[in-house]
């Protein structure tokens, strides 16, 4: 799944995305030395792009702490850039050993949320920037039964998940269209590759990448990026370290 993930983003299939994402990071007033916590980092791409978005817009380095429950996952976010990123292995479902108000940002990229534990360890007005698809995304991958459906819904759904810790400041809606090569191999892998990176390598019968029929010209990405700001009072757990 790594690998997978490696080939989709290597490819460039997120850039639209990820460009919308240093717009919000730098544009944010995250303090002199911003900390940040990637939840579900999964290869470090993005945990790699919020140094990228803050290096440079601050009075010192960012520290990004990269946290998944994979430890390969999180063993090679590190290692993309050991000097400013931190790892952590952990369950978001379970409470997570960061102290109270010690975090300026979250990065919630295709991950699951901990509502409770992500307004305790956020400081008063920190935010936290959530990516979920749409109905459309994947949509061509879709007709034969690879991917799995995308409920309606899912940006207000967590409108109202998030409530009342969280106050949503902003939605930013990508759509691009990724072009294929047709280079039958490449396309593929590639088609392939986005099947094998999500939670679809896990509900759906593996086949071989040949398997895969009449590739359309071009594969949908349309995501919400949702910007939260932490509002009331966090209750402590006295959990971190």
Request: glycine share 8%; charged share 25%.
């Amino acid at each position: 799944m790594l690998d997978a993930r490696d080939l989709v983003h290597d490819a460039g299939f997120f850039d639209p995305l990820k460009r919308e994402l240093i717009a919000v990071l730098r544009d944010a007033a995250l303090g002199p030395e911003p900390r940040v916590l990637d939840a579900g980092c999964g290869t470090g791409h993005y945990t790699a792009l919020a140094l990228e978005a803050l290096i440079g817009t601050n009075e010192q380095t960012p520290r990004v702490l990269a946290m998944d429950l994979s430890p390969a996952a999180v063993v090679r976010t590190v290692r993309r850039r050991p000097d400013s990123v931190d790892g952590l292995v952990a369950d978001t479902w379970q409470p997570l050993p960061v102290r109270d108000g010690s975090v300026d940002a979250i990065l919630d990229v295709f991950a699951p949320r901990n509502a409770s534990e992500f307004r305790r360890i956020l400081r008063p007005g920190g935010l936290l920037l959530v990516v979920v698809p749409r109905p459309d995304h994947l949509r061509e991958l879709r007709a034969d039964g690879r991917v799995l459906t995308i409920p309606e819904g899912k940006a207000a759904t967590l409108v109202e998940e998030l409530a009342p810790s969280f106050a949503l400041r902003t939605v930013r809606s990508v759509d691009a269209r990724f072009v294929l090569d047709q280079d039958a191999a490449a396309d593929d892998a590639f088609a392939a590759a986005i099947i094998a990176m999500g939670p679809s390598a896990h509900h759906r019968a593996t086949e071989p990448a040949a398997g895969l029929r009449a590739l359309p010209e071009a594969i949908t990405l349309a995501v919400d990026l949702l910007v939260f700001e932490t509002v009331g009072n966090a209750a402590g757990s006295g959990a971190g370290v």
